[in-house]
């Protein structure tokens, strides 16, 4: 059918090698490799692997198991990701002999983003002298801190390498693996880098390369393509013949087959909509957005089998979204359990049931979801005939165009449910009760039903995504840290582009947020400061400013709030295009910068005082979603807003307070345009002769995101956010209630949990708790914590985000 226009590898430039297949290892299958090694270097020795993660096992301890050796329960060794437990989801290399445990060394981060594949290094040297260069873990070409909890003695001999049989997938007692696995090296006597196994493309992704390199006696490399059979999906195509044993894996064509297309590149095969043609990361269920009491509904093979099995209701989404005006999409499932309430249908992304879709299972019924977490039965409708017959085959397809969701029973229309009109991204959703479940194909297998994708219509997996318009995040948001030195003149440089607006944070000691923009500039010497949590007038004369903007940073004077000896900072850059204007589009004449390619404009006029309404041009060339004004020449509030609001509703950026109602005496209760934004007279944002400065913004797919969701106060299991990206940046406020403004980002927390927050309505140092704790992700974000200021119960959120890499391109972190 000719549907999809293929790319090369993950992103441009640098190697085109693909990974074309992956190994799905099922805990309920008790899938394992197994091989006896010969003797081999016990002190030094190198595996690196790509890895789709999927949650915890199913055996008795829940610990997925990478590489182990030793049966003996007391003499034993091996490297696992962690399921249980306080250490649940770290990275994790342990070693005893006779009973003794003598290594124990495990990653700082925390492993849950199962919507994308990454890479793994343990790199092993006993023989260092630096006790901490005897075990290195590397994540995407990137080195992790790591918990030396019983540092390995200088010259151990670990259990890893020993004459004794070695198992991939499993461990002792009986843990079994949850996970997709690509792309397994061995390397035997050498303790290697990132970058013999892989690089970074021209827009910063870290991709696989070809290893050239040697293996050493036990080395081997899976690569996982040849799935003729169970014997030949595990041999060795490092030249060494050190093939592995499978068992408990199926190749032959259906559910149960293990050797799947899902593949940390994507390819380059032209897809025919049939299903299993093309390499690439896949969609499947997201364990972290279930919403039942206890994660009731089990996920299985490789995450899309869905099985409910308690009385308690659950709701899953895909790890893929569907924009709106983006076309067709199509999967479908088969019927494994149609003795419960079983439904499906698509969801918002605003991490609850509102704006949902589902068809009902046995009851033939369907109906639009509504408020809350918990599908209301009572708003069903009559409609289809359902899906009470197990080996039915089930086809979706979701018009994101029209708002219309069709199903298919056996290839027959069964019933096609309109009005799903909402300008959100919906995701494919499962809601299940009282048992039920099916078997889910999103394309990474060949399709059971034969034809029923539509042409034109899209499958669910990175490599069919549409290219997006900003590859890499930081070419237009980036952030950077120092350590104050109070000299004058400081450079703060490497930023991807020259900066525009600056936001400083002073981390280590309080002091108010301060914001600076090549619009208003410089005035003798210094950019004028604004502070983020205070009504102040603009500063023209302050040394706690920028003294220059530079090509790829700026230069500090050496105030407290920017660069006092000792202190520590951050500061947040935006890049609003090359040149300032004049924008001649609304009833006020206005001074822009511009980048419409990503979205922002700085926006600087003189209010006229009109009681009757004004207009002022944004130069965005599309409709703002967020709106950040401040008047320059007097003492007033910031005002914020987000277009989830009506024309009379703010936020104050400098309080915590809640939505201010009836507020048009600000925006003339008047929307704003693609050209344009309405004001009446008002201190805040039009008074006569007052200078006044905006910061508009307007959502790119793939770089930034706004929207809403409302809080559960659920301990670490909080909304999870799609995006569509993998998060840089991340400012979250309450709209229904008085909580903080809080912001997170990736570069002052590089690993999951990010805890640690600064506010910019106050002038309080960063701080760190894990009542506040959340998740970056490769396609979005995870609240973990319980409060207030990002998920009490019902309490209502919005949020604005900037992204690293689209989530085409994103690793799991």
Known sequence: MGMHQMLGPIGGGASDYVIERSLRFNPADSANLTRTFSSGNRRTFTLSYWIKECGKGLSPSNNPHILWSGPDVNTRGGIVHRGTGSDANELYIFNQAGGTTNCQVWTNSLHRDFGAWKHIIWAIDTTQSTATYRVRVYINGVEETL???TTPAQNLELQINVNQEHRIGRGTPDDYGNYYLAETHFIDGQQLTPTSFGEYDDDNNWIPKRFTGTYGTNGFFLNFEDATNTTTIAEDS??????FTANNFSVTAGKTNDSLLDSPSNGSQSDTGAGGEVSGNWAVWNPVSSRGFDNTSSLKNGNLDVQNTTTTYDNLVATFGMPSNTGSYYWEFEVTDNSGNFHIGVAKTSANLDGSVFVGGVAGTWGFGNSGYRWSEGTFATGGAGFA????IVSIVFNSNTGVMSLYRNGTLDVSITGITDDAIYMPAVYTRSSGGASFNFGQRPFQQSGAVPSGAKLLCSALLSAPTI??????FDAKLWTGNSSNNRTISGYNFSPDLVYIKRRSANYGGIMMDTVRGLNNGHAGTLYTNSTAAEDTGSTSSILSFNSDGFNLGTDGGINYSGSTYVGWSWDAGSSTSTNYDGSINSQVRVNQSSGFSITAYTGNGSSSGST??????????????????????WIVWHNSFTAKQLLYLNHNYAIQNNKDDHFNNTLPTNQVFSLRESPAVNSNGTNFICYAFSMIPGYSATGTYTGNGNNNRGPFIYLGFRPAFLMVKSYTHAENWVIYDSIRGPINPINNVLRPNTDNQETSTDERKIDFLSNGFNIRGTDGNVNASSKSYFYVAFAEHPFKTARAR
């Open 147 to 149: 918990n030396f909890a």
């Open 238 to 243: 490092s030249g060494n013949s050190n093939d």
């Open 389 to 392: 017959t197990n080996g039915m």
């Open 471 to 476: 590859a890499e995040g930081s070419q237009y």
């Open 616 to 637: 002022v041009g944004h130069g965005l060339g599309a409709v703002p979603d967020l709106l950040i004004i401040k008047s320059r020449g007097t003492s007033y509030s």
